[in-house]
């Protein structure tokens, strides 16, 4: 009797257990399911926006073929459109932001991390989170009405008076006559003009400073801090433990961030379209005004009908691929470091 009563209840138990791991197997199915359907919803949604700009542009491809590519035609009275204008404006202004962004954000980050006092870090920290929340548009008007006035005033004269071929004072510099090429980056047919590339790009470059600083921060935290004491212990300056220490382990984070502001400043609108100046003329000068992909769709797409249409939505769709070169180059460079780091 009692035999029987003991085995009865690992039997019992056995069948508890089994059911509690049989729910615990299909509840772990069920969440599965779910993130690989968020999953899939991202990668559908992108792929659908994308195929839909494709066919949208179908026209104008088909009209201009490859030519749409190269040509820097956009006259929507004779029906011409072309996409390097503003594919090239895009690339640009968005090369200028990371030049001017990722020196300051990086010296931010290492400020906040190493040097600032913890009574400073706070006040600075709330700043660049303020900045990474005001609306572009508010970039925009603070560019046109404050910056690009002041670019007009005292930034543009002075590259061209030093750089450009015909110069605002007339007297052409000692590094134009031995190198005249570099003449062709920073020529103007209007010196006291401030809206521009250059102006786009700083403006930009602000705009994504939060991004990229606060990304850098962030992972610069994530070094442990015996590493740092080590090398402090071992005489190492604040210079050689960031330079030795801190940016070796943060590389491919720091690369990630970087990326993750160019990937902002591609697609950026409001605020390009106000300081950009928004003319189809293509010219390598970064102190002449241009157009971005974005800006063109904001400003044409309200009043567009039939090829102008279909020729902003292949730009759309060209916007698309711009973005994924980008991050694909990102993520070459981002495995080929782990490659490395492995090794």
Not at 1 to 9: P, R
Not at 21 to 50: M, P, S, Y
Request: proline residues 5%; hydrophobic residues 55%.
């Amino acid at each position: 009797m009692h035999a029987t009563v003991s085995n009865a209840v690992p039997n019992a138990d056995r069948a508890i257990e089994a059911g509690r791991n049989a729910t615990d197997a299909r509840n772990d199915r069920l969440f599965g399911w779910v993130l690989k359907a968020c999953a899939l919803l991202v990668l559908i949604t992108l792929i659908g926006a994308a195929l839909s700009t494709l066919w949208l542009g179908r026209d104008a491809f088909a009209t201009f073929g490859w030519r749409f590519l190269i040509s820097d035609a956009w006259d929507p009275g004779n029906n011409q459109f072309g996409a390097l204008v503003p594919v090239m404006g895009t690339i640009t202004t968005a090369v200028i932001a990371l030049v001017f962004a990722v020196p300051v954000s990086f010296g931010i980050a290492l400020f906040l991390t190493e040097i600032a006092p913890g009574w400073l870090r706070g006040p600075v920290s709330s700043a660049i989170e303020l900045l990474a929340g005001i609306p572009s548009i508010i970039y925009g008007m603070w560019g046109l009405f404050i910056f690009a006035p002041f670019v007009a005033e005292h930034i543009k004269p002075w590259l061209m008076n030093n750089f450009s071929a015909d110069p605002p004072d007339g007297q052409v510099s000692w590094l134009v006559q031995h190198v005249p090429w570099i003449a062709k980056f920073f020529s103007s047919e209007y010196p006291f003009f401030g809206a521009g590339v250059l102006t786009a790009g700083l403006v930009l470059a602000v705009m994504i400073i939060p991004f990229i600083s606060s990304v850098m921060r962030e992972v610069f935290q994530t070094v442990p801090t015996r590493l740092k004491e080590s090398a402090y212990a071992l005489g190492s300056s604040t210079w050689e433990v960031v330079w030795d220490i801190v940016v070796p382990y943060t590389r491919t984070a720091v690369i990630g961030g970087i990326f993750l502001g160019l990937g902002r400043a591609l697609g950026e609108t409001m605020a390009v379209a106000f300081v950009l100046g928004n003319t189809f003329k293509f010219t390598p000068s970064i102190l002449e005004t241009g157009s971005s992909i974005a800006s063109t769709i904001a400003n044409q797409f309200g009043e567009a009908e039939g090829l102008q249409k279909s020729a902003l939505m292949a730009l759309a769709f060209l916007l698309f691929v711009v973005t994924f070169i980008v991050l694909l180059i990102a993520r070459l460079m981002l495995r080929r470091l782990a490659t490395k780091e492995g090794r």
